[in-house]
């Protein structure tokens, strides 16, 4: 048995991909019971007041409710289930004992965990209540929902994996157009100018923007170019832009050139780094094997790169209803040996990720100068292969 207590306004990230979506948020106190039975079928019920809309996918297990009359809930609410009245009104915790009792589980799953915070929402006031009022021998049987929690935040279903493939069609379209002539003026334009653009057009289109987002600047021989910088003929522009849509999120870095006078295409040597780019990441999805960590995934995928004489980093998260999402870690960005706990997670099929890595390459067009050139985008690992959703990036955008 899997239970679900949340109070409205304090909800977790399991309970908001499991209400239907007219909710919002939890109501009072939301109660959701998950019990398998011995046929391997699965009950969902929820413990709450009628009127709600739950009950399109859940059945009511709190039928006699102390403290307010059920005969009004049924005038009031046209074609409403009928309502048990009892003699012997009960609490929404003395019904989920109730619940408990009845169905005698052997394990019951409550949301908490030192690992990861997408099963750890249960608060301190929940869990007494719920240790405080079921029979003493299922306190015993309470154990930690994790991995439960994670399995269930991790996994797509198919509609949404297809839905998925447009979503970051959208995501390479808006990067496409910003970084372009459209909206890029050599020697007028900021980094920051071109930041704030797509943060505007991410909300014109109706979109969520779930973070902060980057625009940013390799120029030779700068180490360092500063936020709201004019750009300039030469430079390398690079983005971070991501946006949720249809309950999904999407986390994408790419990269545009801006051609000098005279240019007609991108140096061969700026060409190189997004080929290693590139390269890294067919390695990476080479070595994502159902089953295995996410820190052994890195581990080979680090290996077979150095091997072939790339300076990589790999820094891989996964991504679905939340943009860091639940599931295992594949490194980051100051952890290449491995991420202890969240990189222990294994990897299953039909889950989705953000490649992010990065490689770095000397650019002889640059003085030998180092360039660190990061791409990310985000990638669907279905039945033992990994498929870039919309495509990825392959070219520079060029801006003229």
């Given amino acids: 048995m899997w239970i679900v207590c949340v109070r409205e306004y304090n ?3 399991a309970i908001m991909t499991m209400l239907p979506a007219p909710m919002i948020t939890a109501r009072r106190r939301t109660i959701l019971v998950f019990y398998k039975r011995p046929d391997n079928t699965i009950e969902r019920l929820f413990l709450g007041r009628p009127g709600t809309g739950l009950d ?3 059945t009511n297990a709190w039928l006699n409710h ?18 048990v009245i009892s003699d012997k009104p009960e ?9 408990i009792r009845e169905r005698d589980p052997q394990t019951i799953g409550l949301n908490y965990s030192e690992m990861t915070a997408f099963a750890d929402d249960l608060t301190y006031t929940e869990y007494n209540q719920i240790v405080q009022n079921i029979d003493e021998k299922y306190r015993e049987r309470i154990v930690s929902a994790e991995k439960l929690c994670v399995g269930w935040l991790e996994t797509r279903c198919e509609e949404e994996i297809i839905a998925y493939n447009g979503i970051m069609q959208i995501a390479h379209g808006v990067i496409a157009e910003a970084f372009s002539s459209r909206v890029v003026h050599p020697g007028v334009t900021t980094n920051t100018d071109v930041q704030w653009w797509i ?20 120029r030779k021989g700068v180490a360092h170019v500063p936020d709201d910088e004019v750009i300039l003929p030469g430079d390398i522009l690079h983005c971070d832009v991501g946006f949720r849509y249809l309950g999904l999120c999407t986390d994408t870095q790419e990269n545009a050139y801006v051609l000098k006078l005279g240019e007609t295409d991108v140096p061969e040597g700026i060409k190189n780094i997004l080929k290693e780019g590139n390269r890294l990441q067919d390695i990476l999805a080479e070595e994502y094997v159902e089953g295995r960590t996410g820190n052994e995934i890195l581990k080979a995928a680090l290996d077979r790169a150095k091997a072939e004489g790339l300076r990589p980093m790999i820094y891989t998260h996964p991504i679905g209803n939340h943009g860091h999402g639940a599931g295992p870690m594949i490194g980051l960005y100051d952890q290449q040996g491995g991420v ?9 099929n ?26 990310e985008t985000d990638v669907a690992f279905v039945d033992g292969k990994v498929y870039f959703l919309g495509g990825r990036q392959t070219n520079y955008n060029l801006i003229k």
Avoid at 199 to 218: K, P
Wanted: charged content about 20%; overall charge negative; hydrophobic content about 35%.
């Fill in 340 to 348: 202890p706990g969240n990189g222990d997670f294994k990897l299953y």
């Fill in 66 to 83: 102390k403290g307010s009359s059920w005969e009004h809930f049924k005038d009031v609410l046209p074609g409403s289930p009928d309502v």
């Fill in 350 to 375: 039909n889950t989705c990720y953000s490649m992010e890595l990065c490689v770095t390459t000397a650019v002889p067009e640059w003085d030998n100068q180092d360039v660190t050139l990061g791409l």
């Fill in 91 to 99: 609490t929404q915790f003395e019904c989920l004992a109730r619940v």
């Fill in 199 to 218: 943060s505007q057009r991410v909300h014109d289109l109706g979109l969520e923007i779930w973070f902060n987002y980057e625009v940013s600047i390799r």
């Fill in 11 to 13: 909800e977790g990230p």
């Fill in 56 to 58: 399109v996918l859940y």
